[in-house]
């Protein structure tokens, strides 16, 4: 059974800095990509970053120049420095892996981590 499993949100004030942290664990594949995805209140669920396998980021443009992911594929995890914080990044903070399988793709998500950016 695949676990992906997020940490690291917190309240914290406008101008502040997090650090997320993803680790997925139990799947045969391995992991073609992780991406941090968030959900504010009313909205819909959002990328906000993404790497591949090889290394390949892409971010969301509301988020460029202040937050960095970044990987380790060998160790299935992910981690998101957020720094610079807006009340507007307030929301769930989702961890999505996709395993690589033979044939196909497989996409898991975390159950997701707060994060509140007070004004």
């Known amino acids: 059974q695949v676990h992906v499993v997020e940490s690291g949100g917190d309240l914290v004030q406008a101008g502040g800095s997090l650090r997320l942290s993803c680790a997925a664990s139990?799947?045969?594949?391995?992991?073609?990509?992780m991406g941090w995805y968030r959900q504010a209140p009313g909205k819909q669920r959002e990328l906000v970053a993404s790497?591949?396998?090889?290394?390949?980021?892409n971010y969301a443009d509301s988020v460029k120049g202040r937050f960095t992911i970044s990987g380790d594929s060998a160790k299935n995890t992910v981690f998101l420095q957020m720094n610079s914080l807006k009340p507007e990044d307030t929301g769930v903070y989702y961890c999505?892996?996709?395993?690589?399988?033979?044939?196909?793709?497989?996409?898991?998500w975390g159950q997701g981590t707060q994060v509140t950016v007070s004004t």
């Open positions: 139990g799947s045969a594949f391995s992991v073609s990509a």
């Open positions: 790497v591949t396998s090889d290394g390949s980021t």
């Open positions: 999505n892996a996709v395993f690589q399988g033979p044939i196909y793709k497989e996409n898991y």
